[in-house]
């Protein structure tokens, strides 16, 4: 499935740009933008694709996706017949992330938004009560620039204050692991990238960290959100999920190609971090392939 650029620039200069999109079904692209993605869908089913990320995606929904980050969405078969009277919905709100200037997210009063923002490389699926937030996102498509420019930020907060949230693309599937300004982290991710094809302890982490390990597994887990070896297992996966698409190599050469040492492993945590098996994702994206 071949992967598209997108220039989403504005003819117009507008640092916020808002579609209220209304056809017969989304666009049959698999693509990315430089320019981050705010989507609601108002009408219509299919399944969606964001980085190595399958899932069912239904009306109502609300998808935040950073630079870069490659997505679809894929109405289901009934759309696409000639007499269907179905309709594919939806609001896409795009904007840079320098568009109030370089160092407008990273002042203190923007921390919630920036680690917001930074979350949103993976691409961010928000669950639970979110209809003032619906009805925000509605309100842009009729304002002004500037009252748009201060609508998004405040629906950025209001997205930043939830907590029922999912990270949709595992962190393996990028080609480059997400920048921070955190010094310990930066060289635990950069060792973990360079080296996840071979085994990695935890305590190789930790001297990495210069902690010991109990120390190191507690603030990876603070900082990360999850333990170090589901991280790895994360970065192993995608990179797996990468080869899966290129079709070059057999499931049993892929299992150890990305650093699992046995078959049985690879499975059980390519099922658990995608929800697919191996077999069941790449069936997935050939069907995807063959209706792009």
């Not at 693309?169 to 996840?196: A, D, I, P, Q």
């Not at 499975?267 to 658990?272: A, I, L, M, T, V």
Request: glycine share 4%; hydrophobic share 35%.
């Amino acid at each position: 499935m071949k992967l598209h650029f997108l220039d989403r620039s504005d003819l117009l200069n507008k640092s916020v740009t808002v579609h209220h999109n209304c056809y017969s079904n989304f666009l049959k692209v698999w693509h990315y933008h430089e320019q981050l993605e705010l989507v609601y869908i108002l009408k219509s089913t299919g399944t969606r694709f964001v980085g190595d990320n399958i899932e069912k995606f239904q009306e109502g929904e609300i998808i935040l996706l950073g630079r870069n980050v490659p997505h679809m969405w894929l109405n289901d078969k009934i759309y696409f017949k000639e007499d269907s009277k179905l309709k594919a919905e939806a609001i896409a709100v795009h904007f840079r992330e320098e568009f109030l200037g370089e160092d407008f997210f990273h002042t203190p009063e923007m921390k919630p938004l920036r680690q917001l923002l930074d979350r949103a490389r993976r691409g961010l699926r928000f669950n639970g009560n979110l209809d003032r937030i619906r009805s925000e996102i509605v309100l842009l498509n009729d304002m002004d620039d500037f009252n748009r420019v201060i609508k998004t930020l405040e629906i950025l907060n209001l997205l930043a204050q939830e907590d029922d949230v999912i990270e949709l693309s595992s962190t393996g599937f990028l080609s480059s692991f997400m920048k921070t300004e955190n010094e310990v982290l930066s060289r635990v991710y950069s060792y973990m990238f360079k080296n996840f094809k071979n085994p990695i302890s935890l305590n190789e982490m930790a001297e990495v960290a210069h902690m010991n390990p109990s120390a190191f597994s507690r603030y990876f887990k603070k900082m990360s959100r999850k333990t170090f070896s589901r991280y790895l297992n994360e970065i192993r996966i995608g990179y797996a999920c990468k080869l899966l698409l290129e079709q070059r190599y057999n499931i049993t050469d892929i299992c150890y190609e990305s650093g699992f040492n046995n078959l049985s492993n690879f499975n059980r945590q390519f099922k658990s971090i995608t929800s697919h098996s191996p077999t069941e994702y790449i069936k997935d994206y050939t069907q995807v392939k063959q209706l792009s």
